[in-house]
Nanobody, 124 residues
Framework: QVQLVESGGGLVQTGGSLRLSCAAS????????MGWFRQAPGKEREFAAG????????YYADSVKGRFTISRDNAKNTGYLQMNSLKPEDTAVYYC?????????????????WGQGTQVTVSS
């Protein structure tokens, strides 16, 4: 199992940017697909973006497509979520997750390990 720690959340104004990081330790990060999920107040956790183990394939929820970019640096055992043109509806706790197979997934049940989450708040 890998262990995951997110960082980079904070308070930003509408239209601003943040970059979230997900640092992995414990096992070979490059074996794992990775996803970013988010949970807004009073709502269920939802998929935001996913990336394959190699980094060659990415997929985004329609709500973030064109504004968010998922990436990873396997040499640094770190994944990233670059968030641009942020909106108040992007306010949520953001979680990174690792899946012990190379292909990405939009389904939470397929992820084996989760980070503790980082708060992102977008003010209007």
């Amino acid at each position: 199992q890998v262990q995951l720690v997110e960082s980079g959340g904070g308070l930003v104004q509408t239209g601003g940017s943040l970059r979230l990081s997900c640092a992995a330790s414990g096992r070979t990060f490059s074996y794992y697909a990775m996803g970013w999920f988010r949970q807004a107040p009073g709502k269920e956790r939802e998929f935001a973006a996913g990336i394959s183990a190699s980094g060659g394939i990415t997929y985004y929820a329609d709500s973030v497509k064109g504004r968010f970019t998922i990436s990873r640096d396997n040499a640094k055992n770190t994944g990233y979520l670059q968030m641009n043109s942020l909106k108040p509806e992007d306010t949520a706790v953001y979680y990174c997750a690792a899946k012990n197979r190379p292909g990405l997934s939009i389904y939470q049940r397929e992820y084996d390990t989760w980070g503790q989450g980082t708060q992102v708040t977008v003010s209007s």
